[in-house]
Nanobody
Framework: QVQLVESGGGLVQAGGSLRLSCAASGIIFSINAMGWYRQAPGRQRELVATITSGVSTNYADSVKGRFTISRDNAKNTVYLQMNSLKPEDTAVYYC????????????WGQGTQVTVSA
C-alpha cells in the first residue's frame, strides 16, 4: 500500500535551518494536496503548511516568512524548508498527503523529530 516516509529532522540551534522531506511510495495514481503538521509534547497536532496539486500554498501564521513548502511531483515528494528556526518550532513533524490509488485516501508519515536549541 501507500507509505509516506519523512526524513531530515534533527537538532539545530536557534536561527538555523533544516529541510524535511517526505516521499510517498506505492501504487499511486496521483497526489492531491500535501502538507506538514507538527506536534509538540503535551500539545495537539497542528497544521504547519500545505500545498495543493496546483502548488498553491498555505502556512500557519507562526511560520510564515520562515518556512517554505514545495513538492516534486516526479518524485512524489514534499519538502519543508525551515529557516530561522526557533525553540518553539521543536516538535515531531508529520507529512500528510491526499492520494489517489484505487481509491482516495489521506495518509500520514511516521514523523520526524525536530529539536531547536536556544
Amino acid at each position: 500500500q501507500v507509505q509516506l516516509v519523512e526524513s531530515g529532522g534533527g537538532l539545530v540551534q536557534a536561527g538555523g535551518s533544516l529541510r524535511l522531506s517526505c516521499a510517498a511510495s506505492g501504487i499511486i495514481f496521483s497526489i492531491n494536496a500535501m502538507g506538514w503538521y507538527r506536534q509538540a509534547p503535551g500539545r495537539q497536532r497542528e497544521l504547519v503548511a500545505t500545498i495543493t496539486s496546483g502548488v498553491s500554498t498555505n502556512y500557519a501564521d507562526s511560520v510564515k516568512g520562515r518556512f517554505t513548502i514545495s513538492r516534486d511531483n516526479a518524485k512524489n515528494t514534499v519538502y519543508l524548508q525551515m529557516n530561522s528556526l526557533k525553540p518553539e518550532d521543536t516538535a515531531v513533524y508529520y507529512c500528510n498527503a491526499d492520494i489517489n490509488t484505487f481509491t482516495h485516501h489521506t495518509y500520514w508519515g511516521q514523523g520526524t523529530q525536530v529539536t531547536v536549541s536556544a
